[in-house]
Antibody
Framework: QVQLQESGPGLVKPSGTLTLRCAVS?????????WTWVRQPPGKGLEWIGE???????NYKPSLKSRVTMSVDKLKNQFSLKLKSVTAADTAVYYC??????????????WGQGALVTVSS | SYDLTQPPSVSVSPGQTATITCTGD??????ASWYQQKPGQSPVLVIY???KRPSEIPERFSGSNSGNTATLTISGTQPMDEADYYC??????????FGTGTKVNVL
């Protein structure tokens, strides 16, 4: 059974860089899936951040594109998120999730437990 | 940008039917999925490709999508179904969009 687990600092200073990793266990990251990051500010809804394929191909939410970088490490079976120049508005629970996408059909079928990241000095 | 709008809350008595709507321009021409999120937990996929249900999801959850509205229906609602529900669709310009979310209260 495939599982996802986020890890990373829970506190980041304003203007700093948020870095999170998502470990894939029970299966291979090279399994013809897209791997994504979704965040949820406290008390608010879900926001898609970006996706990465095991080949390294990425797509990012247009409004975050200038600050986001995603990467994949096949040897460690994990993928990562970097969000630079963070502000308090980036405080959220960050989820990694597995995405199925095919010709405009998509769904997120597996989610990590989430990692709360607070941006504060 | 493409937006998906949901009612903020829906209230239902135990055993009754809860109906949650998700509205977007020509949403029926897209594929919708639905997620259940209980407090402090991660979202869980309950409906994909408009009406399909993962094997572990109870049959009381069903979905449809037509025109500008996708609908999640919970038949015979149970207290354990109290949660936030989010719809999702893919759009060529906005990519992956989530709805505004609906809190289902089982009273």
């Amino acid at each position: 059974q495939v599982q996802l687990q986020e890890s990373g600092p829970g506190l980041v200073k304003p203007s700093g860089t948020l870095t999170l990793r998502c470990a894939v266990s029970g299966g291979s990251i090279s399994s013809s899936n897209w791997w994504t990051w979704v965040r949820q500010p406290p008390g608010k809804g879900l926001e898609w951040i970006g996706e990465i394929y095991d080949s390294g191909t990425t797509n990012y939410k247009p409004s975050l594109k200038s600050r986001v970088t995603m990467s994949v490490d096949k040897l460690k079976n994990q993928f990562s998120l970097k969000l630079k120049s963070v502000t308090a508005a980036d405080t959220a629970v960050y989820y990694c999730a597995r995405l199925f996408w095919s010709g405009q059909i998509s769904w997120f079928d597996l989610w990590g437990q989430g990692a709360l990241v607070t941006v504060s000095s | 940008s493409y937006d998906l709008t949901q009612p903020p809350s829906v209230s239902v008595s135990p055993g009754q039917t809860a109906t949650i709507t998700c509205t977007g321009d020509k949403l029926g021409e897209k594929s919708a999925s639905w997620y259940q999120q209980k407090p402090g937990q991660s979202p869980v996929l309950v409906i994909y490709q408009d009406y399909k249900r993962p094997s572990e999801i109870p049959e009381r959850f069903s979905g449809s999508n037509s025109g500008n509205t996708a609908t999640l229906t919970i038949s015979g609602t149970q207290p354990m179904d109290e949660a936030d529900y989010y719809c999702h669709a893919w759009d060529s310009s906005s990519l992956y969009i989530f709805g505004t979310g609906t809190k289902v209260n089982v009273l």
